[in-house]
């Protein structure tokens, strides 16, 4: 576990498993550069944190689907997305959907 008490026991109230605390451990963080033309693109995908679809198979397990994409026009509205890079951000969101989504299947399966 992480070295942040404060943070382990926030995270075991809400019933956080190990697994999620060790992910959590800010000690571990490093910072990074996000270049300038990839913040428009970066900031709507966070705010879609909580709008992946999922398809249910008849076993009763999900397999992510991608984003919701009537929730993705609302979040570049909400972001002030300039008309002029709307169309760039949705290809971009649309690259990072696809690599998020591989992520998740090669880790999930």
Request: charged residues 25%.
């Amino acid at each position: 576990m992480s070295s942040d008490d404060g943070l382990d026991s926030d995270l075991s109230a809400f019933g956080a498993s190990d697994d999620i605390v060790d992910v959590c451990d800010v000690d571990d963080v490093k910072p990074f550069l996000i270049w300038p033309g990839c913040l428009p693109v970066l900031l709507v995908f966070l705010g879609l944190d909580t709008q992946w679809r999922y398809h249910f198979r008849n076993d009763g397990s999900a397999q992510l689907a991608g984003l919701n994409y009537q929730s993705a026009e609302i979040e570049m509205r909400m972001q002030n997305v300039d008309d002029s890079l709307r169309s760039q951000v949705w290809s971009d969101l649309k690259i990072m959907e696809s690599a998020a989504i591989e992520a998740y299947q090669k880790k999930y399966g």
